[in-house]
């Protein structure tokens, strides 16, 4: 099985509030987007690479990958597009490999669990498209017109990254995509609009995805704790 890696981080996190590019924010002394992609190359060894970023951090982001982990492959930075659809989209343009199996990941999720990424990639290999996912721990409601109604928590699923797709998969829905002016919230839902079935890999451990100031200091410090486990 050959995996090629995409990694979506040309997004600005505005919502962050920093002036620097969400990327390149500093997470213990590592770049966010360093962090993750540590974290994902220690879990597996991928063919190749395709890093995505915003324009004005491209430089920056090549600096800082310059000794890229051995476990990405091929790694090379990329120019994202405007929004995260366009970013995947480019970044498959630029695979030069024979990957069989392509694995998307956000930027922004520093903590994914090993385990998921491995699980994700094994289950999109047998069956074609696999998500990592989390229950809602909250209950959550939907608006019908005034009024809004309880949904049963215990078939609700939040969608996260990884995914992954067999190569074809993932090239024809993006595809497709592009012909139909299809725009979906994740390449899960690009492929499913194919027809094909997604399945789910429940995340092993938190891996949610840095968006507020709030997510960046509970990175740090879950951070800090695995470099030190007695800290508590
Ligand atoms: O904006 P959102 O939270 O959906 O971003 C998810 C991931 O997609 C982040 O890692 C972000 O950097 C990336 N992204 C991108 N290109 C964009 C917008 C977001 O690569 N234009």
């Known amino acids: 099985m050959r995996v090629a890696l995409l990694v979506p981080a040309a997004g600005s996190g505005s919502r962050l509030g920093y002036t620097e ?27 190749e690479t395709v890093v995505l970023v915003p324009d004005e951090a491209l430089s920056a982001c090549e600096a800082a990958l ?17 929004t995260r659809q366009q970013s995947v989209h480019e970044g498959l343009t630029a695979l030069v490999g024979d990957a069989d199996i392509v694995c998307v990941h956000d930027g922004a999720r520093p903590l994914v669990p090993a385990a998921t990424l491995r699980e994700v990639i094994a289950v999109a290999s047998r069956c074609g498209a696999a998500t990592a996912a989390s229950r809602p721990i909250d209950s959550v409601r939907i608006e019908e017109g005034e009024r809004t109604r309880a949904l049963d928590r215990a078939r609700l699923w939040l969608v996260e990254t990884p995914q992954a797709f067999r190569r074809e998969l993932l090239e024809r829905a993006h595809a497709t995509a592009e012909a139909e002016h299809i725009h979906g919230t994740d390449d899960a839902s690009l492929v499913e609009a194919l027809g094909q079935r997604i399945e789910l890999v429940e995340s092993a451990g938190p891996n949610f995805k840095v968006t507020v100031e709030a997510d960046l200091l509970a990175v ?6 695995e470099s030190c486990p007695t800290r508590r």
């Open 66 to 82: 310059a000794d890229a982990p051995a476990g990405l492959g091929l790694c090379v930075v990329r120019v994202g597009g405007a």
């Open 21 to 47: 590019p969400k990327a390149l924010v500093d997470v213990v002394g590592v770049s966010l987007l360093r962090r993750t992609l540590e974290r994902l190359a220690a879990a597996f060894t991928f063919v």
């Open 220 to 225: 740090r410090e879950m951070l800090r704790r």
